[in-house]
């Protein structure tokens, strides 16, 4: 069977990936975005699991998945606008690669939620499984990306430890 090679050796951004990551305002929405996102979530979750646990609150929790759905597009699309602006392309940039790829999973997965919630192809019951399905890959998908941001935040550690000591050449002279 033959692997995927996975590339651990390039730096996460290069100096000018890094530089237009922080130019842009994409940065900034994502930073916003990504934590309202994880709120709607827990909310969402706990209304889920009330509703499978009791019966109660079927509609309070579909309306909490949609608006966890619709967050997450919004976040899926500013992602994508992020992505072009860095690296030049929407999706699967070779650093976020794996991270997209099981985006695309997440957005499948809360899309047929609506698909099932709007044409009641499921009872209430299996809709909300097919939530928390959702749900699960959404912190898969979460994990990777923190874990994509603290590389990032160590590879900048480095970077900065290593031009430190020629600042304070400068600062002697």
Not at 22 to 43: E, K, R, Y
Not at 140 to 168: C, G, H, T, Y
């Amino acid at each position: 069977m033959q692997r995927l090679p996975i590339e651990t050796t390039r730096q996460l951004y290069t100096k000018e990936e890094r530089r237009r990551r922080d130019a842009t305002s994409w940065t900034f929405v994502q930073g916003i975005l990504a934590p309202v996102q994880f709120v709607v979530f827990l909310i969402s979750l706990i209304l889920v699991l009330r509703y499978l646990w009791t019966g109660d609150g079927f509609w309070i929790a579909s309306l909490s998945i949609v608006l966890k759905t619709l967050v997450l597009y919004a976040i899926m699309i500013t992602g994508s606008i992020w992505e072009k602006v860095v690296f030049g392309r929407y999706l699967f940039a070779p650093a976020f690669f794996w991270e997209d790829v099981f985006s695309m999973a997440v957005l499948a997965l809360h899309t047929a939620y609506l698909i099932v919630l709007f044409t009641g192809w499921l009872p209430p019951f299996e809709q909300m499984i097919l939530a928390l399905a959702a749900y699960a890959a959404y912190v898969v998908n979460a994990v990777q990306f923190l874990l994509k941001l603290r590389r990032a935040r160590l590879e900048q550690a480095a970077i900065d430890a290593r031009e430190e000591p020629s600042i304070m050449v400068e600062y002697a002279q």
